[in-house]
């Protein structure tokens, strides 16, 4: 898979950099008004009964804080905070082994929560419902359950594909909260926020041309900022301006669209090599040299989102944004096929 500075996922070296900068309080983040609000009540009420918050889903697409709102979910409440994900607990006992570790109002903190192993989301059932769950000692005949009771805890399940969520799982949460993509002046007090935390010197029309860039997604708002800021220490004396921004931008292909290399292959591919579409995936993937993969979860979401690709049942088709983002001009057949 090729490695993008516009690909929403977070590298593991990524995740160290992310930490310092994420909000440790509700009100200190930016964005989602409707989810914070909601959320400020759902905790609000949970420590004026003085019990556990209800069980909260996060969905939305990577990069735009469902982690960091787990994080602060602990942290108003005065609770530890456990992380693990869905890839990680392969078996129940592996599930049964960090709820048995839990102490009273903690918060347990479970990424891609949808891609839990049947047996340990049947074990969660329980334990979110009853606060309890039964491990089984032995196997064959001889085998027994023994119920163990756990304390009160809130589960912080976050998804990037709830429809794939089977409905007893998802109907145990008291509380479902949708991430939706950020405007460009969100994304631009983030950048002002993570310059001052990075102690680098931005000035305000490059926090814009980031914002814009960005793809409306805070992780890489602040990826970018990084690279931008490492451009202006190595080829000018610090200040991030609106040139040394427009400079490093152009320095990796991130064009004032927020378009990368990737994303432009792929437009390019349909076009140049397919006539403007329609194109399955596999054949346009194998076209560029990509994983269909890399292309339908990397630079696909973002070209439909942005009008730049249409996806029919017989395959992708590149819009005329397309052709003329390339500087190219569509054909007047398939122009007014799109009609």
């Known amino acids: ?75 108003e409440m005065g609770s530890a905070l456990r992380l693990t994900s869905g890839p990680a607990i392969q078996h129940a006992g592996d599930l049964a082994s960090i709820l048995s570790s839990l102490q009273e109002g903690d918060v347990l903190f479970i990424d891609e929560i949808h891609r839990l192993a049947r047996p340990a989301e049947e074990m969660l059932y329980l334990a979110m419902e009853d606060f309890r769950v039964d491990v089984v000692v032995g196997k064959g005949p001889g085998a027994t359950s023994i119920p163990l009771t756990l304390p009160p805890f809130t589960v912080v399940g976050a998804t990037t594909r709830s429809g794939l969520l089977p409905a007893p799982l998802r109907d145990r949460f008291g509380y479902t909260g949708h991430l939706e993509y950020y405007e460009h002046d969100e994304l631009e007090k983030i950048v002002v926020r993570s310059a001052r935390l990075l102690d680098a010197d931005l000035e305000p029309a490059a926090a814009l041309e980031l914002a814009r860039r960005s793809r409306g997604t805070p992780r890489i708002a602040n990826r970018l900022l990084r690279r931008v800021s490492d451009y202006a220490q190595v080829h000018g004396n610090g200040v991030i301006s609106l040139a040394s921004a427009h400079a490093a931008l152009e320095l990796f292909e991130v064009d004032p669209y927020g378009l990368d290399r990737l994303d432009r292959m792929v437009l390019e591919g349909i076009i140049h090599r397919f006539n ?60 007014s096929g799109l009609a």
């Open 276 to 335: 403007g579409g329609p194109v399955g995936l596999s054949t346009l993937a194998m076209s560029i040299g990509e994983e269909p993969e890399t292309v339908e979860t990397v630079s696909e979401p973002y070209l439909v989102r942005e009008g730049f690709l249409s996806r029919t049942p017989r395959g992708r088709i590149a819009t005329a944004s397309a052709w003329k983002h390339l500087g190219l001009s569509m054909p007047a057949d398939l122009l």
């Open 1 to 75: 898979m090729t490695e993008s500075i516009i690909q929403p996922q977070a590298t593991d070296a990524e995740r160290a950099a992310e930490s310092a900068l994420r909000p440790k309080q509700l009100e200190e983040f930016v964005g989602q008004p409707k989810l914070r609000k909601q959320l400020q009540l759902v905790l609000e009420a949970a420590k004026l009964r003085g019990a556990c918050a209800d069980h909260i889903l996060l969905s939305g697409p990577p990069g735009l804080g469902k982690t960091t709102l787990a994080m602060i979910v602990a942290s």
